[in-house]
């Protein structure tokens, strides 16, 4: 699969088949992941943390919900979290934490999604549970460095099935010549 077929057909996963990634298969797309372009020549300006068993992921996604309905900024309408049949974590059979400064973190994880669909596998890019990722507790329960910043969230596994693409308009474009 080319690079611009993959862009093109990538979908964001929320239905995992029962099956566990192996870990050289994560391995290695942490490894492609690691190709972003840093900030400056030979720097590593970011940290992975891989979590793998649906059980384990699925109830590190409960914790993710109950610190946000704990902490639910005021005045706020409609929450993800007031959904009872909402799941953090898709079910997935593993989940990769990329923590480091935004922009770089955004950077590995698009290449991150990019790969796992190239190797036919899913992928979900979840915000949800960032809040609580960001706590002290479940730093230490995830094992992310105590200085790390967590910003993405990405759910891996074998697709139970994948939605249909989307019909998209094209985005405004403002040029100065």
Not at 134 to 161: D, F, M, Q
């Amino acid at each position: 699969m080319d690079v611009v077929e993959a862009i093109h057909t990538r979908r964001s996963i929320r239905d995992y088949a029962a099956r566990a990634l192996d870990r050289p298969l994560i391995e290695a797309l942490i490894w492609d992941a690691a190709q972003a372009p840093p900030p400056f020549a030979g720097q590593v300006p970011w940290t992975f943390n891989a979590v793998c068993g649906a059980e384990r992921i699925a109830r590190y996604g409960s914790q993710a919900r109950q610190y946000a309905l704990d902490h639910r900024p005021d005045g706020e309408g409609p929450f993800w979290a007031d959904r009872e049949e909402f799941k953090v974590f898709w079910d997935a059979p593993a989940l990769v934490i990329i923590s480091g400064r935004v922009e770089d973190c955004c950077r590995a994880g698009q290449l991150l999604v990019l790969s796992a669909h190239a190797r036919g596998l899913g992928a979900c890019w979840v915000g949800s549970p960032m809040q609580w990722l960001r706590t002290p507790e479940a730093k230490s329960e995830i094992g992310i460095p105590e200085e790390a910043e967590p910003v993405s969230a990405i759910c891996l596994g074998y697709p139970a099935s994948t939605p249909p693409p989307l019909e998209r308009g094209r985005p405004a474009i403002f040029w100065r010549e």
